[in-house]
């Protein structure tokens, strides 16, 4: 199975490509990544010729056949323009083969409480509310699923604070937060639980267990709801 990444820096911050591909490896499961990124890409920017990024991802999907590309937006454009989030998928989906599946890496509210969320003049279950909607109809619309990172982070945040999932940017994922999107995409990408999936160097195994627990609780909920 292979897994193009496309994004920015919350898609490398932690390799999270890579995480999910050792991570299948130690589970017995085939799984091959890849991505291309740029520090602040928006998803519109792959699809235009006139940019870098075009030619670099459009050179990579053409040398293999992909199970999945992943779309990853600018952390606050899908909240600030959920259409321009919608044409952006439609339009890459345009440039990949009729038979592509997709997925949309749903990402985060930064972090309340912080200057950087103050900076949205919203609050966290405001930006948190119009991110899960905004990829959720840029998703519909590609025909495509969705890795609902951003909703794990707020149930983490809700029942374990103490678990730190932020960078100290304050939007940038922690080693911890980039494992629980990992156990995520394993999830959604191999159809198996992430409950036994081992834990990396940098996260604590009792951390690990926690977020493992609620990646598994989500998944099975969010099929449910479908």
Known sequence: MKVLFLGNSFTYFNDLPGM????AEKTGVPLETDSVTRGGAYLHQFADPADALYDIWQAKYRQEIWDYVVFQDQSFHPVKDPEGLRQAALAVKALCRPEQRF???QTWAYKDGTDKLAGTALTYAEM???MIASYGSAAKAAEGGTVPVGRAFAEIYALHPEIELYN???YHPSPAGTYLAACLFYAVITGRSPMYLPVPGEVDTETGGILRSIADWLITR???LV
Do not use: G
Not at 20 to 23: M, N, S
């Open 103 to 105: 997925l949309f890496y």
């Open 222 to 224: 969010e099929i449910l």
């Open 20 to 23: 999910v591909q050792r991570l």
């Open 128 to 130: 948190l509310t119009k």
């Open 168 to 170: 100290p940017d304050a």
